[in-house]
């Protein structure tokens, strides 16, 4: 984003409010900052609204939810809050309602496709940060004992850990609060301010200054993956999007960890250094960056706010590049990334690949088979709970790849920008990362693995006929 997009005024009716006389304010992190300046761009879309829905079968009491959701409102201070500004700088404040966070809606019997629908519609919901707080539980009943809760955040103030966070205090409050009248007593949460005290602390320290002089040797002389665009980049982004989905078998991606081990690395590893070479084999470049996000939780496991950097790593192929050789390189980088990761150093990534493991966390959500609404269904706190598939965060960058690790098995989403790239260009990168998943062994050149399949070749064989 080119400095005239970030510092252009916003319309009359989306400006933030001033601060008040009087009014405590807290300044955002630098990742925070960083996606306001996306939201002021485009604040109506719902690139930055990250989501999670459920299908509840059983009795979800209204009223002990909006107990739990006040409690999980105070208890964390990030989801009280709204964006103000204090000369021209964007700083949190303490919410003037918090009132609005619960939603509840009763939806007449319309039929699956309709109930759908509405859940998805809630999920790409966008948030207004300078006027009502940046999460909210919309709840929507349908005739009987089912409903759907849909939980969504503006990514300001969430990431996916902290939506297992936020989901899990919920369910075990309303479960709570049914047995004993009460929600249940928690220790206090850690407070985002000092996630951003500690970063602000960093520079001109010993740290700040051996980490920038990382990233500067990591992105000497090599620049961010470019994908050949569909259509040329608009003058302001639209940040609005597809997806393409790949899903692997337990015993494919059993697979996948074997190989990562045999090659001396972790499954995310093997995985990351066979999605460069994917887009090395795509593309044709040989040197490049892409961008990995790197938690900064450590152990803050039960905190909600946004505690990632992104961080660019490097990839370089040459025609004698293994695949051994490729996600080795990837395992190094990332113990380097993690060391330094809370001061980055990068130019504008384009590309961008992250993990995510969900089945580590409560409530467990499994993955939403292809081709169905719903994931497999768990018995949690006395109600039944299933996984809604929808789509999400579409937009953020020209491609992110989220894997997504549940049950055994693992689903790559490939979100992309769709103001510059048709699904079917994606769908050929997905395939190409799916096909060395398959086809590559841990020895094997990367240039001596065959990625065109039949139509692909008919394609070329089509070029320059009549």
């Known amino acids: 984003m080119s400095p005239d997009q970030q510092d252009r005024p916003l319309p009359a009716d989306q400006q933030y409010r001033p601060l008040s006389a009087g009014q405590q304010y807290r300044p955002l992190s630098a990742g925070q900052q960083m996606i306001w300046t996306a939201h002021r761009v485009a604040p109506q879309s719902s690139a930055y609204v990250i989501a999670v829905a459920l299908r509840i079968r059983g009795e979800l009491r209204t009223d002990a939810l909006a107990t739990a959701v006040d409690a999980l409102v105070a208890r964390h201070e990030l989801l009280g809050s709204v964006v103000v500004e204090d000369a021209g700088r964007p700083r949190f404040a303490p919410a003037p309602d918090t009132g609005r966070v619960l939603r509840v809606e009763d939806l007449p019997e319309e039929g699956e496709a309709a109930f759908l629908a509405a859940v998805r519609d809630r ?19 349908r005739p009987g004992q089912e409903a759907a809760l849909v939980l969504t955040a503006h990514h300001m103030i969430s990431d996916y850990a902290s939506q297992h966070v936020m989901l899990r205090e919920l369910l075990e409050d309303h479960h709570a609060l049914l047995a004993t009248g009460a929600p249940l007593p928690r220790p206090a949460a850690f407070p985002y301010r000092t996630y951003v005290a500690e970063e602000r602390g960093l520079p001109g320290t010993p740290a700040a200054e051996r980490a920038e002089r990382h990233w500067r040797s990591v ?105 051994r050789d490729a996600v080795q390189s990837v395992g190094r980088q990332l113990g380097e990334a993690r060391v330094h990761a809370r001061r980055p150093v990068t130019p504008p990534l384009r590309v961008a690949l992250t993990m995510i493991t969900t089945d580590r966390q409560l409530p467990v959500l499994d993955h939403v088979p292809a081709g169905t609404p719903y994931g497999p269904e768990r018995e949690y706190l006395g109600l039944r709970i299933s996984r809604i598939g929808i789509s999400q965060q579409e937009g953020q960058l020209d491609l992110v790849v989220r894997l997504e690790e549940s049950g055994g098995a693992l689903k790559a989403v490939f979100a992309y920008d769709g103001d510059l790239l048709d699904r079917a260009t994606v769908q050929r990168i997905a395939d190409y990362f799916g096909r060395l998943l398959d086809r590559a062994a841990v020895d094997t050149r990367i240039d001596d693995i065959r990625l065109a399949d039949r139509t692909d070749l008919a394609d070329l064989l089509a070029l320059g006929q009549g």
Do not use: H, K, N, W
Request: with cysteine; proline share 8%.
């Open 219 to 323: 992105c000497e002389g090599s620049e961010p993956i470019g994908l050949a665009l569909d259509r040329p980049r608009p003058a302001v982004p639209g940040y609005r999007g597809g997806t393409v989905e790949l899903d692997l078998t337990e015993r494919e991606f059993a697979g996948i960890r074997e190989r990562a081990a045999l090659a001396g690395t972790i499954p995310f590893g093997y995985l990351l250094g066979l999605f460069q070479a994917a887009l090395y084999r795509y593309t044709g470049r040989r040197d490049f960056l892409i961008g990995v996000p790197v938690s900064q939780r450590r152990r803050r496991a039960d905190a909600v706010g946004y505690f990632a950097s992104t961080v660019p790593l490097r990839a370089r192929f040459t025609p004698g590049t293994t695949v």
């Open 123 to 141: 999920c790409r919901e966008g948030f207004g940060p300078a006027e009502e707080p940046m999460v909210r539980v919309t709840v929507l009943r």
